[in-house]
């Protein structure tokens, strides 16, 4: 028995960041309450759901991520809602990794008590940059005193294991200020971060000044660089944390243990319950219309992983992680063979 990992996804957010394309987007705070009662109504039928999809069950749960999106948009009882579902629905770990992406700014008190109450024990921060000038020219809405009151706020709660976003190649962006917003992650103090979407900028907002991709990947070493020499160790592509504090979630996908998505563009893979070394992929729907649109039909595709694409999905998988590929994990998974076609 492996223990499932849970995906929320939360698609409302306050503005649209231009570097973002996830399934997000502004909406009318009406149409939360009706999402937020779908969204437990397919984790009250997940077992239907998995079993519709030829997949194998679990109750045991190990990791929840709520994505986005921000998840902090929702309100206390929503949160509260379904945190609820979940427990009912799941055998939620005593010690299991409970993660929620918020953005600076969106944390009210009350948002930030139900975080605790629901036993949410880490938090990706959506900071992006500390210099105030290019988090605006994404469409980021807060401010560097904002982003560092949250995480003394979090921190306060009891909340004490936060990841910071930062994003190389923002618009405006120099060395220099790469720098500063390296200083403040790095004097904050907490156990872990992460470098996450090191991606080349945004194409709505100030695209004339974006850096280019030489200084963007030399950003992306100088951050590899200081982290590392704080204690800060690269683990994936774009993650950093502190030994110990890696994200057990993230780490789900890059291993292929199977996890269960819930809600807009919530993705899946469970094992096949049908045949030995498979697996079982789903999506839901891409727009909030859709995946409202009517309960449990046309919501939902999934495909079958055979034994071969799942043989080479693991190894892409590995190539993500800077430990690389586990044959001993490859040969547990498919068999001595499976580690021996992969022999020079």
Request: net charge negative; with cysteine; glycine share 10%.
């Amino acid at each position: 028995m492996m223990p499932l990992g849970l995906y929320i996804s939360v698609p409302f957010c306050k503005s649209k960041c231009s570097y973002c394309n996830f399934a997000s987007d502004v909406f009318a705070g009406g149409r939360m309450q009706g999402y937020v009662d779908q969204l437990c109504a397919d984790i009250a039928d997940a077992e239907a759901i998995a079993i519709g999809a030829g997949g194998k069950f679990e109750r045991e749960v190990d990791s929840i991520y709520f994505g986005g999106g921000t998840p902090s948009l929702l309100q206390p009882a929503q949160l509260q809602q379904i945190f609820t579902a979940i427990r009912e629905r799941f055998d939620v770990a005593h010690d299991g990794e409970i993660t929620v992406e918020c953005a600076p700014g969106t944390l009210s008190d009350a948002v930030i008590d139900v975080l605790a109450r629901g036993g949410v024990n880490r938090v990706s921060l959506g900071v992006q940059s500390f210099v105030d000038a290019e988090a605006r020219s994404v469409g980021r809405l807060h401010t560097r005193d904002i982003a560092l009151a949250d995480i003394a706020r979090l921190r306060a709660a009891g909340i004490g294991n936060i990841n910071v976003d930062l994003i190389a190649g923002l618009p405006h962006q120099t060395a220099a200020s790469w720098e500063t917003s390296l200083d403040e992650v790095i004097s904050s103090g907490e156990d872990s971060r992460l470098g996450r979407e090191l991606i080349a900028g945004g194409t709505r907002y100030h695209a004339h000044f974006v850096p280019s991709d030489e200084l963007t990947a030399e950003l992306y070493e100088r951050a590899c660089e200081r982290l590392s020499a704080t204690g800060i160790v690269q683990y994936e592509i774009s993650n950093f944390a502190r030994p110990g504090k890696e994200s057990r979630h993230n780490l789900k996908y890059w291993t292929r243990q199977p996890y269960l998505g819930f809600g807009v563009d919530a993705h899946s893979m469970l094992r096949s319950a049908s045949a030995e070394f498979e697996a079982v992929r789903l999506a839901m729907a891409e727009s909030l219309d859709e995946f409202m649109a009517e309960h449990n039909r046309g919501r939902l595709c999934h495909t079958t992983v055979a034994a071969q694409q799942a043989w080479e999905e693991a190894f892409f998988l590995g190539l993500r992680m800077n430990k690389g590929v586990n044959l001993r994990e490859i040969e547990r998974q498919f068999g001595r063979e499976a580690v021996e076609r992969a022999q020079p």
